[in-house]
């Protein structure tokens, strides 16, 4: 098997341009009754951007200017008045509004633009419509999705912010980056990746969760909670194949299934999005390896691999080289359980989502030589530079007993999965994070769980630090501008640290400006329990660098120099991995009357409080969002300017 060729490049990464284009979108957020699945799927109705799943895909250039006219079309049908009424005293969350967070952009100057209800923007209500516009500073892969209640199991789309005009195959005449012996060829323009790495085409695999269930907000939210229901299938790019037999079947074709078609010879800029609400999930193709060339938005060495593991809110490009067979690949995405045992510390790892509950399928396909060069055709690419389905009387179909099928990934799978301590930055490290440097703040953030009285019913709840978030009462960021918000009672680096409650007239954490933060996040476990949670964290506005990780409950005087990741890289979304000590095991005896909060485990997230705004950093599972799991960061707010 060939691997990828890293071609040195002289061009250089292109600066912010001064005028680039401006791209409109009209968004409506309407609902649509949908059956992904081409088996035995229940249709369930659904809230949609312009009635698809996923919304529809935006690409642009660092230096454009993104202008979405957002329209709420409900007209109060998002739920059932019942469930509606019940999740609004529950949880304050009208479930008819509505809003778009751009997961990983960090809206510079902007922060009316990051999209949460009550911090950022007023919800957009039925009827309603909210002007997003929005400057592309950040090169990468993004994606946007729904930010109010389990809204964005459906509502979501891929943002692909290329480096420049050049870097991006719409705009690209250049020919392929192989000659006829396979040796790769530096373009006549720069890399698509605008650095190191040359590739030909840039696709994407977007993993997503549907759930045949319409009452999902009242049940995480209410009563009944009993843990987090598995999904009833695993979308690719909107479509789910439930097994790749069902590809025989009289339920299933071609058509159902998620195909991404790629010339022999060629090496494949494949986008992995995690747009995912509840299971990590991990990335397998038959016959094929993957090289890790880009973690959320931020490029690092190549690093080659087997398999990914990408969670909730995270993207991952790997390029792939099409250096196999003509022939179809399986793409396998396995859902994992994302919890550890509390009775192995030593050997902490995931389990695979078991039968009947479905993994993900999709199909690697090659098309022909013939197809793919005959009469020099221009057209057999879309405008993107993704190679067409086959045409001029290619086989459409797909034989199911033909399909080479990747081996089984590993069960367990290790935790914390291995790559990410091998993974390099492609920039060099700043300052911050220089061997012996501090941070000026730490704040401790222990998460927990629990029931509690909520107007007439007891309801499952995550609380941070003791605080379970629920919705202001009138968006933050609008009393910053309209002067009715108070000023912070304390700095928060002039108290001792690590800091455990947010400000008490705030009840958010307030940060100057240029200051480090270290954020430390712990996992707990309840000592009756047998299974510790792992949470995968994400912060607006801001990008993070996880520079050390633990077993068991972090202690400040013991812990706080540990740096124990070889080479922290830029991060917007990092799970922090359930792990404990031999002397913190609970035995998981789940009669034990002494019940006991106990740690199991914690990461340490740096970053500059460099960005004025009011800023959400919460668990990105999305029920977990619904259940409180969040806190808020007010940075900079002297410097916060009201936008003109």
Same mark, same amino acid.
């Given at each position: 098997?060939?691997?990828?060729?890293?071609?040195?490049?002289?061009? =250089?990464?292109?600066?912010?341009?001064?005028?680039?284009?401006?791209?409109?979108?009209?968004? %409506?957020?309407?609902?649509?009754?949908?059956?992904?699945?081409?088996?035995?799927?229940?249709?369930?109705?659904?809230?949609?951007? %312009?009635?698809?799943?996923?919304?529809?895909? #935006?690409?642009?250039?660092?230096?454009?200017?993104?202008?979405?006219?957002?329209?709420?079309?409900?007209?109060?049908?998002?739920? *059932?008045?019942?469930?509606?009424?019940?999740?609004?005293?529950?949880?304050?969350?009208?479930?008819?509004?509505?809003?778009?967070?751009?997961?990983?952009?960090?809206?510079?100057?902007?922060?009316?633009?990051?999209?949460?209800?009550?911090?950022?923007?007023?919800?957009?209500?039925?009827?309603?419509?909210?002007?997003?516009?929005?400057?592309?500073?950040?090169?990468?892969?993004?994606?946007?999705?729904?930010?109010?209640?389990?809204?964005?199991?459906?509502?979501?789309?891929?943002?692909?912010?290329?480096?420049?005009?050049?870097?991006?195959?719409?705009?690209? %005449?250049?020919?392929?980056?192989?000659?006829?012996?396979?040796?790769?060829?530096?373009?006549?323009?720069?890399?698509?990746?605008?650095?190191?790495?040359?590739?030909?085409?840039?696709?994407?695999?977007?993993?997503?969760?549907?759930?045949?269930?319409? +009452?999902?907000?009242?049940?995480?939210?209410?009563?009944?909670?009993?843990?987090?229901?598995?999904?009833?299938?695993?979308?690719?790019?909107?479509?789910?194949?439930?097994?790749?037999?069902?590809? %025989?079947?009289?339920?299933?074709?071609?058509?159902?299934?998620?195909?991404?078609?790629?010339?022999?010879?060629?090496?494949?800029?494949?986008?992995? #999005?995690?747009?995912?609400?509840?299971?990590?999930?991990?990335?397998?193709?038959?016959?094929?390896?993957?090289?890790?060339?880009?973690?959320?938005?931020?490029?690092?060495?190549?690093?080659?691999?087997?398999?990914?593991?990408?969670?909730?809110?995270?993207?991952?490009?790997?390029?792939?080289?099409?250096?196999?067979?003509?022939?179809?690949?399986?793409?396998?995405?396995?859902?994992?359980?994302?919890?550890?045992?509390?009775?192995?510390?030593?050997?902490?790892?995931?389990?695979?989502?078991?039968?009947?509950?479905?993994?993900?399928?999709?199909?690697?396909?090659?098309?022909?030589?013939?197809?793919?060069?005959?009469?020099? +055709?221009?057209?057999?690419?879309?405008?993107?530079?993704?190679?067409? =389905? =086959?045409? !001029?009387?290619? *086989?459409?179909?797909?034989?199911?007993?033909?399909?080479?099928?990747?081996?089984?990934?590993?069960?367990?799978?290790?935790?914390?999965?291995?790559?990410?301590?091998?993974?390099?930055?492609?920039?060099?490290?700043?300052?911050?994070? =220089?061997?012996?440097?501090?941070?000026?703040?730490?704040?401790?953030?222990?998460?927990?769980?629990?029931?509690?009285?909520? !107007?007439?019913?007891?309801?499952?709840?995550?609380?941070?630090?003791?605080?379970?978030?629920?919705?202001?009462?009138?968006?933050?960021?609008?009393?910053?501008?309209?002067?009715?918000?108070?000023?912070?009672?304390?700095?928060?680096?002039?108290?001792?640290?690590?800091?455990?409650?947010?400000?008490?007239?705030?009840?958010?954490?307030?940060?100057?400006?240029?200051?480090?933060?270290?954020?430390?996040?712990?996992?707990?476990?309840?000592?009756?329990?047998?299974?510790?949670?792992?949470?995968?964290?994400?912060?607006?506005?801001?990008?993070?660098?996880?520079?050390?990780?633990?077993?068991?409950?972090? +202690?400040?005087?013991?812990?706080?120099?540990?740096?124990?990741?070889?080479?922290? #890289?830029?991060?917007?979304?990092?799970?922090?991995?359930?792990?404990?000590?031999?002397?913190?095991?609970?035995?998981?005896?789940?009669?034990?009357?002494?019940?006991?909060?106990?740690?199991?485990?914690?990461?340490?997230?740096?970053?500059?409080?460099?960005?004025?705004?009011?800023?959400?950093?919460?668990?990105?599972?999305?029920?977990?969002?619904?259940?409180?799991?969040?806190?808020?960061?007010?940075?900079?707010?002297?410097?916060?300017?009201?936008?003109?």
């Amino acid at each position: 098997m060939r691997t990828p060729l890293f071609v040195l490049a002289s061009w =250089a990464v292109f600066a912010v341009a001064a005028h680039g284009a401006t791209l409109y979108h009209e968004f %409506n957020l309407t609902q649509a009754t949908l059956r992904p699945s081409c088996g035995n799927g229940t249709a369930v109705s659904a809230i949609t951007i %312009n009635g698809q799943v996923p919304g529809p895909t #935006i690409t642009g250039n660092v230096g454009d200017r993104l202008v979405i006219n957002f329209r709420n079309q409900l007209h109060d049908a998002a739920a *059932s008045s019942h469930d509606k009424r019940d999740v609004l005293r529950w949880t304050g969350m009208d479930l008819s509004s509505a809003s778009l967070h751009f997961h990983g952009l960090h809206h510079r100057g902007a922060p009316d633009q990051d999209g949460v209800p009550m911090l950022t923007q007023d919800p957009v209500m039925p009827g309603g419509e909210f002007h997003y516009d929005i400057t592309l500073e950040q090169g990468g892969t993004f994606f946007y999705h729904a930010h109010v209640a389990m809204q964005e199991v459906t509502v979501f789309g891929a943002l692909t912010v290329y480096e420049s005009p050049l870097a991006d195959p719409a705009q690209s %005449n250049a020919t392929t980056a192989h000659n006829s012996n396979n040796v790769l060829k530096p373009r006549h323009r720069p890399p698509l990746l605008v650095d190191k790495v040359a590739y030909d085409t840039d696709q994407l695999l977007m993993i997503s969760e549907w759930f045949d269930r319409p +009452d999902m907000d009242a049940y995480i939210a209410g009563p009944k909670y009993a843990g987090i229901p598995e999904a009833d299938a695993i979308l690719v790019n909107g479509k789910a194949l439930p097994t790749l037999d069902a590809l %025989n079947s009289t339920t299933c074709s071609a058509e159902d299934a998620p195909i991404i078609t790629v010339d022999k010879h060629s090496i494949v800029r494949l986008r992995i #999005i995690g747009a995912l609400v509840h299971r990590t999930a991990i990335v397998t193709i038959a016959g094929h390896r993957m090289t890790i060339i880009e973690v959320d938005g931020h490029l690092v060495t190549p690093y080659e691999t087997d398999a990914v593991e990408v969670s909730p809110g995270q993207r991952i490009s790997v390029l792939v080289c099409a250096d196999q067979a003509v022939a179809d690949y399986a793409i396998h995405v396995t859902p994992l359980v994302a919890t550890v045992s509390v009775d192995k510390p030593t050997s902490a790892s995931f389990e695979h989502v078991q039968s009947p509950h479905p993994h993900g399928w999709a199909i690697l396909r090659y098309a022909s030589v013939l197809q793919s060069t005959s009469n020099g +055709d221009k057209n057999n690419t879309d405008a993107h530079g993704n190679p067409k =389905a =086959a045409s !001029n009387g290619e *086989s459409t179909t797909i034989n199911a007993s033909n399909i080479h099928v990747p081996p089984e990934v590993a069960s367990p799978w290790p935790v914390p999965w291995p790559v990410w301590d091998q993974l390099k930055p492609v920039k060099p490290e700043p300052p911050m994070l =220089a061997k012996g440097s501090k941070a000026d703040v730490t704040i401790y953030l222990n998460t927990t769980f629990g029931r509690e009285w909520r !107007n007439g019913d007891f309801v499952q709840r995550f609380y941070v630090n003791g605080i379970s978030h629920d919705m202001p009462s009138t968006t933050l960021l609008h009393q910053i501008w309209n002067g009715t918000r108070p000023a912070a009672i304390h700095a928060l680096a002039n108290l001792p640290q690590p800091i455990t409650k947010p400000d008490t007239t705030l009840g958010t954490y307030p940060l100057t400006l240029g200051s480090v933060v270290d954020l430390v996040v712990q996992n707990t476990y309840y000592s009756n329990a047998t299974r510790c949670s792992a949470h995968p964290w994400h912060t607006h506005g801001t990008d993070h660098w996880l520079i050390a990780y633990g077993a068991g409950t972090y +202690d400040h005087q013991r812990d706080q120099h540990i740096r124990n990741v070889p080479h922290p #890289i830029a991060k917007d979304t990092s799970m922090v991995y359930g792990a404990h000590t031999d002397e913190e095991n609970g035995n998981g005896h789940a009669d034990d009357k002494d019940v006991r909060i106990k740690g199991c485990g914690w990461a340490k997230l740096r970053f500059m409080a460099d960005n004025p705004g009011i800023w959400a950093v919460h668990c990105h599972l999305a029920p977990h969002i619904l259940q409180g799991m969040t806190i808020v960061l007010e940075e900079g707010i002297p410097k916060l300017d009201r936008r003109p």
